[in-house]
RNA sequence: GCCCCCAUCGUCUAGAGGACCAGGACGCAGCCCUUUCAAGGCUAAAACUGGAGUUCGAAUCUCCAUGGGGGCACCA
């Protein structure tokens, strides 16, 4: 339980190539929980180095994304912080600077191959089996050589120097010692022609200089882990405490989500990506609630948490480095479990924008009154459009279908709504316990079932076949809405009905 | 092809040698409650990938096999 005494510093450092994912925001996650659990920083760093990758309005998107879910970094490109700046664009000078220090040490070297050259190598070793690695013809350039071949404008790349024999071994907190052979690895390169830093060379340089103490990561970082390793020591530094998270499998649990599977999930109304989450109808508390859960656990019973309950709760230690399929329906069941828990206030303020979607004038005292009854049956803040329009709307719409009352003859029905509108009128207080009374009593004075007599008047106040509880309905409307609209219902099934 | 990781119900998981004929949750099925829909309650079906070891004893440790996943760019 380290991690819980000594305050961590950590970095969420997505590159700017799309829109935050669900994998990305449970690594944003988990990293916003160790900082906040242990009094430490969150690090939101631009990984950017890429310029032809970039994307326009992807950096916002991971910010205004992250801030939804609640995962608000101490220091970032946008608030700046002590080790800045940033963004890797921004640092290209100090990654040279590394890079140098490296050939100086011998740990790198300049390369001249070019890329074609390197293309071929590569299919030769494939086609003999080999793995596809850099034959290595520029290793044994004397530096001396490089150097006049780069000031005559020479293009080179950087490599660095991977051991030929031995092994390197890396310690992943939750799968232990993981051991590579050398002579399985590559020299990678690390600057590239055009003098920008890669991957594996920039985080290295940044995680050290921005003291970075936990990295944590997806799993598809596990190959590259020893080179990483091997950075940071040929510069002498101390290692981050590596954590490797698991992939998020598609729903089947068979391979990572693609493309065409992740447009396929809109269909559902379900998306991996955070940005589409709260246009769904989607709680943050929720999202957040089942992606920590997807690889972590805290004991066999507890499922429900909070931001905050994560925050005390949370531990490396409980984190699972096996594979996850994504559950959505797990997904609505939080969202559901979140709404619950939402109070009428809140609930309703977050409904609002929902009918403005549909353009219904859907007052926040009403939204108040409807939140209760309501947050037991949606599964989405979305699905309280079509469940509570009758609130908001007047002009209800009426099927011919659904009348006359089942069971009964069209001059039957127009009866019964007649006394009903009678014993409506005459009652004094307008609350369900009354409406509850007068209206059972009827009910039973006509000898009607309970579904056949409420079932009509669902139909006549809401036009739904499906709504929240009768009485209650009833009482929000008020009298004189629900007189109206049973007057309007009778002349439809008077004019209407056969 | 090579390297690495992982392995308990359909899914998310509990389990760190005896407390396990394996617990919880979602989903699914049935029943109860009920004016609809939900919610709630109860019940059911449902898993330790296989094989060798270690041990008095293994879901838990070791090895092998199998399966699944990830990686092998002048991307991150």
Redesign the pocket.
Known sequence: MSEGLNPVRVRF???PTGYLHLGGARTALYDYLLAQKSGGQFVLRI?D??RK?FIEGAEQDLMNSLRWLGLQWDEGPDIGGPYGPYRQSERKQIYQEYGEKLVEQGNAYYCF???ER?VKV?AEKQSK?????YDRTCRNIPLEEARKRIAAGE?H?LRFKTPMEGTTTVKDLL?GE?T??NK?L?DY?II???GWA??HLAAAVDDHLMKITHVIRG??????APLHSMIHRAFGWEEPVWVHLS?F?KPS????MSKREAAELSKDGYSIFVKDLDGLGYLPEAMVNWTA???W?Y???T?FFTMQDLIEKFSLE?L??????I?F??FD?FN?LHIKALSDAELAQRLKPFFEKAGIEAPIATLELVAPILK??ITTLDDAVEMARFFFVDDITYMTERFPIEGCSKTETLVIGTKVEQALNSIEVWDTDHLDTSMRALMEQEGKE??QF??FL?EVISGQ???????ESMQILGKAVVLQRLRNALSFIEEKVA
């Open positions: 450092a997505p590159s990984e180095t890429d990758r191959c070019t890329p390197l590569r089996k080999e793995p596809p690695h293009p790349v799968r993981i590579f052979e399985t590559d390169i590239k022609t055009d890669l991957y799993s598809e970082w596990l190959p590259t992939v499998l649990g068979k391979g990572k859960l997807m690889g656990s004991d066999d019973h499922e409980k699972n480095p096996s594979p996850a399929a559950n329906t797990k069941y559901k037991e049956r309970p579904r409420f079932g669902r076949r499906i709504s929240p509880p009768l009485f």
